[in-house]
Structure formats: C-alpha cells, structure tokens
C-alpha cells in the first residue's frame, strides 16, 4: 500500500497542470451550462410536471455520467503508458519490483479520481438550476451512476492505452463512439456487455421516470431488468476485468520510445 500511496501521490502532484485544471473547469461547468440554457427555452416551464423529473434525469445523465465522467478520464487514463515513454521513463518502472503493477493502479486511481470530482461537481451545481420536483433523488442517482461510470471508463481506456499507446486518444474515442454508443444501442445480446446497458438500466431504476417510458414496448431492448445489485456487479467486474488485461497486457508487452525506434 506504500507503493500505491506513493504513486498515486506521484501522479496526482504531476497531473496537477494549467491544461488538466482548465479541462477539469470545463467539464464542471459544462452540465450547469447546458442546464441553464435549457432553462432559457420559451414556453419551457409550461411542461407537464409529470415529465419534468423524466426530462432532467435523462438531460442529466446524457450530460454527466456520459459525457463528464468519460471526457474527464480520458485525458489521464488514455495517455497513461504514452506518458511514460515519451518521457522516457517506462524502463526504470519496469525494471522496479511490481513497478508496472503498481504504475498503471495509481494513474487508474487518478484518472478516477480527476473524473469523479468534476461529474460530482457538474452534477450538485446543474441540479440548482433545474425545475425538478425530486432534485434530490436525481442528484444522488447521478452521483452514484458517475462514480461507477469512472470506475469503468478509466479501465476501458486504460487498457486501450496500453494497446495502442501512440494512438490512444483516437481508439479511445472510437471504442465510445461504435462500442458504447452504436453497439449499445443495439436491441441485442450484444448490448449487454457495454458499460452504457448496465448505466441506463440502473437510471431508470433509480430515477423518477414517467410510467409510459417503463411500458414502452422497446423498454425491455435498451434496459436491463435485472435487480440493481446485480448490474453494479457487472460493471465492476469489467472494470476489473479491463485493468487485470492492461496490466498483463503491460507486462509482456515491449514498448519502445521513438528515440529507440528509428534507430
């Protein structure tokens, strides 16, 4: 635990830069905004109050879970092992006990953390701004969905990373875009093993949503009507499942710095 402590230490001190802090502003401010602009709408407070609390929980999911808390790990998770070899340290973590185990957990747990905080900031200030009869049980929802959503995004990135550390940022970005977004989607089997199946399902369980979303008849395809338990298993057992691969991936990989490659 001494080594995790100070790695994450280490990383958290070093991540702390202008370009992070600006992008981690961003994404806190950025579902508040999208909130208050919406508020802007003419003739928007004339909507049913039934269908308030389903408009906010799904605005807001869209904003924070998929949006925030994906974008705000990406910038850490991603790059983690293109990091280290342009700065030319992969070699001394590497040839440090455990040093690659203990590498990748710690910039696993900072990533988290960088994402965490800005959905649950993104999350308390947007609230204040809606119109939502249960502010409160959407907010907590929300708050839990983001932190299960870090948790599985930094490890699917993490392991993309360590893939193809030149082009992480790019693989990245198409795993969420065809995996989560398309496959996702998708009203079959398929679906099931994208962290967005298991979020949707625990929102509408969670969420005051209107009665005539739960008896649509493509309810059953999108959402999983599993027992909530059983869904926060799942996903944290990808994400178990992603990091456990990076690493493994990460030991028996040989990475070279583009120094060493054009010699």
Same mark, same amino acid.
């Given at each position: 635990?001494?080594?995790?402590?100070?790695?994450?230490?280490?990383?958290?001190?070093?991540?702390?830069?202008?370009?992070?802090?600006?992008?981690?502003?961003?994404?806190?401010?950025?579902?508040?905004?999208?909130?208050?602009?919406?508020?802007?709408?003419?003739?928007?407070?004339?909507?049913?109050?039934?269908?308030?609390?389903?408009?906010?929980?799904?605005?807001?999911?869209?904003?924070?879970?998929?949006?925030?808390? /994906? @974008?705000?790990?990406? %910038? *850490?998770?991603?790059?983690?092992?293109?990091?280290? !070899?342009? &700065?030319?340290?992969?070699?001394?973590?590497?040839?440090?006990?455990?040093?690659?185990?203990?590498?990748?957990?710690?910039?696993?747990?900072?990533?988290?953390?960088?994402?965490?905080?800005?959905?649950?900031?993104?999350?308390?200030?947007?609230?204040?701004?809606?119109?939502?009869?249960?502010?409160?049980?959407?907010?907590?929802?929300?708050?839990?969905?983001?932190?299960?959503?870090?948790?599985?995004?930094?490890?699917?990135?993490?392991?993309?990373?360590?893939?193809?550390?030149?082009?992480?940022?790019?693989?990245?970005?198409?795993?969420?875009?065809?995996?989560?977004?398309?496959?996702?989607?998708?009203? /079959? @089997?398929?679906?099931? %093993? *994208?962290?967005?199946?298991?979020?949707?399902?625990? !929102?509408? &369980?969670?969420?005051?949503?209107?009665?005539?979303?739960?008896?649509?008849?493509?309810?059953?395809?999108?959402?999983?009507?599993?027992?909530?338990?059983?869904?926060?298993?799942?996903?944290?057992?990808?994400?178990?499942?992603?990091?456990?691969?990076?690493?493994?991936?990460?030991?028996?990989?040989?990475?070279?710095?583009?120094?060493?490659?054009?010699?």
């Amino acid at each position: 635990m001494n080594a995790l402590r100070a790695v994450f230490l280490h990383e958290w001190k070093r991540s702390m830069t202008a370009g992070r802090i600006a992008w981690w502003l961003v994404m806190a401010a950025f579902p508040p905004a999208i909130t208050v602009l919406i508020r802007t709408i003419p003739n928007f407070e004339r909507m049913p109050t039934e269908d308030l609390n389903t408009f906010w929980s799904i605005m807001l999911y869209v904003l924070i879970p998929c949006v925030c808390s /994906a @974008l705000g790990v990406l %910038l *850490t998770a991603g790059p983690a092992v293109a990091t280290e !070899l342009e &700065q030319r340290s992969w070699v001394y973590m590497a040839t440090r006990p455990n040093g690659i185990f203990w590498l990748l957990i710690g910039k696993y747990l900072v990533a988290v953390t960088w994402g965490v905080t800005a959905a649950w900031a993104g999350a308390a200030s947007a609230i204040v701004f809606t119109n939502a009869p249960s502010p409160f049980q959407i907010w907590f929802a929300l708050s839990a969905l983001s932190l299960l959503a870090c948790f599985s995004y930094s490890a699917v990135f993490l392991l993309v990373g360590v893939i193809s550390p030149k082009r992480a940022m790019v693989f990245c970005v198409m795993y969420t875009g065809f995996v989560e977004i398309v496959l996702g989607l998708i009203p /079959a @089997l398929i679906n099931r %093993l *994208t962290v967005q199946f298991r979020l949707r399902s625990l !929102l509408v &369980q969670w969420v005051p949503l209107n009665e005539k979303i739960r008896k649509d008849a493509s309810f059953s395809y999108v959402f999983g009507d599993d027992s909530a338990g059983l869904h926060i298993f799942w996903l944290l057992a990808m994400a178990a499942i992603f990091l456990t691969a990076a690493i493994r991936i990460a030991y028996r990989k040989e990475f070279t710095t583009a120094t060493e490659g054009d010699l």
